[in-house]
């Protein structure tokens, strides 16, 4: 069903400089000054083409970029057609001394609209962000970071190639401003080629990160089809990140809630609605992560819920049947979804923050930080919090397979693809 196929990535030569200088997180979680940190430290650095501002029309600068980089030799296509392996080495706050290891495929991957069924969004999308991506790809005709998606594959075919690929030495190996290791291989033989491509044929995609992306590219497609370019041509394809859903090293965070600008905002009124279908129980604030912990692996549906001091409250769904009756339009998957249930019965009925608020951000913002939710309360920033539990890889892939999509901020992947170790050049 999904197809996925080699290509000659734009890369980095040494003419750039150092690796470590030319790299950097997602656009999408870049400050105005990290870019411009960026930029000061080697000019080459990828957010010029990837997040471009410094001109009167950014995209046109960004295709300028481009060439200029290509023409002198900054940028270079490899010579052979490969299936990169990509692999991140990195720690957890909870686990400091203990390393994890993530990696998976970079290829293209033939562009389907998500009603047949083959690529699976998780997620609502913003248009706004499309735009400015689909401006980006028609000035410049490149994809310069991954879509990130999950692939099931239970016989272990897929893994059994990488690893034995993985015991070569890599292509590149950088660390990160934040200490993560990232690590490239190129896979290049024709029968391990064969085998890890004729495996996807019967394989279903779910995009964890890039949506966004994704959509755009469709549209991009679309847009070239409707100038002349033939069905066929590269950029029916775009790059893609693909990770095979029970790897050990795949980390989902859960993104947390926090309150500003309610009017007539009452703590004591909350949980007093809440008492009718939540179990609510004072813990200390220090024993909350426990609680959560605990209440994740019995797979009970618990949020904290945190309004300053050192006490929250832990908020445990009394009988999940309730959903049935407030969302008897959607599957059971999405219907037991812990941000569903917090939406739906917390933030819409009790404080009346309905999904066009969600979307705005009016009277709700997000974090993935525990730290930062807690003290954003503590300084008066916000009102509250509610503290969720992650999201399960499986409920990802249940909503998806539902042709569903969770609410915005469902879900944080960690750790994030680095932007910049292979690029996918769609017009030349």
Request: hydrophobic residues 40%.
């Amino acid at each position: 069903m999904a197809e996925i196929r080699p290509f000659r990535a734009l890369r980095f030569t040494q003419k750039a400089g150092p690796l470590e200088q030319l790299l950097c997180p997602p656009y999408d979680i870049i400050s105005e000054q990290q870019r411009q940190g960026y930029l000061k430290t080697n000019p080459n650095n990828i957010i010029r083409l990837e997040l471009p501002r410094d001109a009167a029309d950014p995209y046109a600068a960004a295709s300028e970029t481009l060439k200029g980089m290509l023409d002198s030799g900054v940028l270079k296509r490899d010579d052979t057609a490969a299936l990169y392996i990509y692999e991140i080495e990195f720690t957890l706050d909870n686990h400091p001394d203990e390393k994890y290891r993530l990696h998976g495929i970079v290829g293209q991957v033939h562009l389907e609209e998500f009603d047949k069924g083959i690529v699976l969004p998780h997620e609502e999308t913003l248009s706004k962000a499309k735009e400015d991506r689909l401006n980006l790809m028609k000035a410049t005709g490149c994809n310069f970071s991954n879509v990130y998606s999950l692939y099931n594959d239970e016989s272990g075919t897929i893994e059994a190639v990488l690893s034995a690929a993985m015991q070569e030495t890599p292509l590149c190996e950088v660390t990160d401003e934040a200490g993560l290791v990232h690590r490239l291989w190129a896979l290049t033989d024709e029968t391990a080629l064969q085998t890890v491509t004729a495996q996807f044929v019967d394989t279903k995609l779910y995009i964890a990160d890039g949506h966004h992306r994704y959509e755009t590219a469709i549209n991009y497609r679309n847009y070239l089809r409707s100038q002349g370019t033939p069905i066929g041509a590269d950029s029916d394809y775009i790059m893609m990140m693909v990770v095979e859903m029970s790897h050990p090293g795949l980390v989902v965070f859960p993104t947390h809630r926090l309150l500003k600008d309610l009017s007539n905002f009452s703590a004591e009124a909350v949980l007093a609605a809440c008492a009718e279908d939540f179990y609510t129980e004072e813990v200390a604030l220090s024993s909350l992560n426990e609680r959560l912990d605990a209440a994740y692996d019995e797979g009970k549906k618990a949020f904290g819920f945190y309004v300053g001091g050192d006490k929250a409250v832990l908020l445990t769904l009394k009988d999940i049947g309730v959903m049935d009756a407030v969302l008897p339009q959607v599957s059971a998957a999405s219907r037991q979804l812990d941000v569903n249930v917090l939406h739906t019965l917390v933030l819409e009925r009790v404080l009346g923050i309905d999904k066009a608020n969600m979307a705005q951000q009016i009277n709700l913002t997000y974090t993935r930080s525990l730290n930062e939710a807690i003290e954003g309360v503590n300084s008066g920033l916000y009102q509250g919090t509610f503290i969720l539990n992650p999201t399960r890889v499986s409920e990802i892939r249940d909503v998806a397979a539902a042709g569903e999509k969770m609410p915005q901020k469902s879900t944080y992947f960690y750790p994030k693809l680095i932007t910049g170790l292979t690029m996918n050049q769609l017009t030349r």
